[in-house]
């Protein structure tokens, strides 16, 4: 089972699931590409080769996230209208942070000779992360059929919207512009 087919069973109706896993599909994918593209210039891989390509690269990496968010929130609001449980007293089912995703960035820009805000490049890198081991953790306790129940489940979407659809998209538009 996967984070997918818990979001599909618990959406109202088939089309509102189908759209909300399509949409947080892409911003995985982005997400891993754009987390991925950082941490290849943390370990000294310098490509692009260019310190101009880099730059683009990271404006690309981050206008196709911020592409895929905005994506998000039109099926995600809809999809925590419909699956409101009677009681809000879920927990969100993922964690914070984790100690590996606290990187100092401005050495890591400055070797790749990117010009960017590191601070920024941090907080998007962590809310990223973050999503990326939601969806995760949402798979590993479908698999162990122990996913969060309605109201736990539309706590965490809710949790990931808030923070997402706020500084992040702002950090990202920053950072692509």
């Known amino acids: ?22 949409q947080l599909r892409a911003c995985e994918v982005a997400a891993l590409a754009f987390c991925r593209l ?15 390509a880099r ?13 895929a968010i ?18 809000a007293e879920g927990r969100s089912w993922y964690g914070g942070p984790g100690a ?11 070797r790749a000779g990117v010009r960017a805000c590191p601070n920024r490049v941090a907080a998007v890198y962590l809310e990223l992360a973050v999503l990326v081991r939601a969806l995760e953790g949402l ?13 736990s489940l539309w706590a965490g979407l809710f949790d990931l919207r ?3 659809l706020s500084s992040t998209v702002d950090d990202l538009r920053a950072l692509a512009a």
Do not use: C, F, K
Request: proline share 5%; net charge negative.
């Open 38 to 52: 950082l941490e290849r210039w943390g370990r000294g891989d310098a490509m692009p080769a260019t310190a101009g």
């Open 1 to 22: 089972m996967s984070w997918a087919s818990v979001i599909e069973e618990n959406a109202s109706t088939g089309a509102s699931g189908v759209r909300l896993v399509s």
């Open 162 to 164: 808030d923070t997402l």
């Open 139 to 151: 798979a590993t306790a479908a698999s162990l059929d122990a996913a969060p129940d309605r109201s």
């Open 55 to 67: 730059q683009a690269a990271l404006r690309h990496a981050a206008d196709r996230v911020e592409t």
């Open 100 to 110: 590996a995703e606290l990187v100092e960035w401005r050495p890591v820009l400055d």
């Open 70 to 87: 905005a994506g998000l929130e039109q099926p995600l609001s809809r999809y925590l209208l419909e699956l409101e449980p009677e009681l």
